[in-house]
T-cell receptor, first 114, second 111 residues
Framework: DAGVIQSPRHEVTEMGQEVTLRCKPISGHNSLFWYRQTMMRGLELLIYFNNNVPIDDSGMPEDRFSAKMPNASFSTLKIQPSEPRDSAVYFC????????????FGSGTQLSVL | GQQLNQSPQSMFIQEGEDVSMNCTSSSIFNTWLWYKQDPGEGPVLLIALYKAGELTSNGRLTAQFGITRKDSFLNISASIPSDVGIYFCAGQLSNAGKSTFGDGTTLTVKP
């Protein structure tokens, strides 16, 4: 298995631009998580899905952030408009609900908003 | 909400030394997990613990689920340079569907 695949690996954009991060979970996994990692705040859960349905989005910072999971093999995290304080590493992780939630993380997207 | 306090924040040790780190919570968890993050990569699961008092090993790594269910410990024996990275603890409640992560312990191993 290729593991969780995220794209792009690096994204540099200007303030105000729209940013879309992509994730392909491990085949057969039914839960998908978006995390953000910064030096100041560590690993923060933004949102997670079970069976493509958003379950908890309480970690989404504000309305500029949105996430979708149109099918079991694809999810996006969108920031519009982006701001410099959104600069962070964004991780996608997947798991099989009922397997004690062992998370399998992607390699992350390093986002820099100038 | 639940908070995990992970300590120490960082460690600088000599190759061959043993390492101990721990994680404490303000509330109980039913599952404790330990992850390692290498530079430029996502965290990778090392050990999962499911029962209070459980002691589990994975090679040179040993982790324990605290009896109070509010803490967990990770030990690394005979450290080697490739042990360098950030170690995270994470706690879960059953059926909660999400993990709460500690702030990580950054380990540096000097050859």
């Amino acid at each position: 298995d290729a593991g969780v695949i995220q794209s792009p690996r690096h994204e540099v954009t200007e303030m105000g631009q729209e940013v879309t991060l992509r994730c392909k979970p491990i085949s057969g996994h039914n839960s998908l998580f978006w995390y953000r990692q910064t030096m100041m705040r560590g690993l923060e859960l933004l949102i997670y899905f079970n069976n493509n349905v958003p379950i908890d989005d309480s970690g989404m910072p504000e309305d500029r952030f949105s996430a979708k999971m149109p099918n079991a093999s694809f999810s996006t995290l969108k920031i519009q408009p982006s701001e410099p304080r959104d600069s962070a590493v964004y991780f996608c992780a997947s798991s099989f609900l009922g397997a004690n939630e062992k998370l399998f993380f992607g390699s992350g997207t390093q986002l820099s908003v100038l | 909400g639940q908070q995990l306090n992970q300590s120490p924040q960082s460690m600088f040790i000599q190759e061959g030394e043993d390492v101990s780190m721990n994680c404490t919570s303000s509330s109980i968890f039913n599952t404790w997990l330990w992850y390692k993050q290498d530079p430029g990569e996502g965290p990778v699961l090392l050990i999962a613990l499911y029962k209070a008092g459980e002691l589990t090993s994975n090679g040179r790594l040993t982790a324990q689920f605290g009896i109070t269910r509010k803490d967990s410990f990770l030990n690394i024996s005979a450290s080697i340079p490739s042990d360098v990275g950030i170690y995270f603890c994470a706690g879960q409640l059953s059926n909660a569907g999400k993990s709460t992560f500690g702030d990580g312990t950054t380990l540096t191993v000097k050859p």
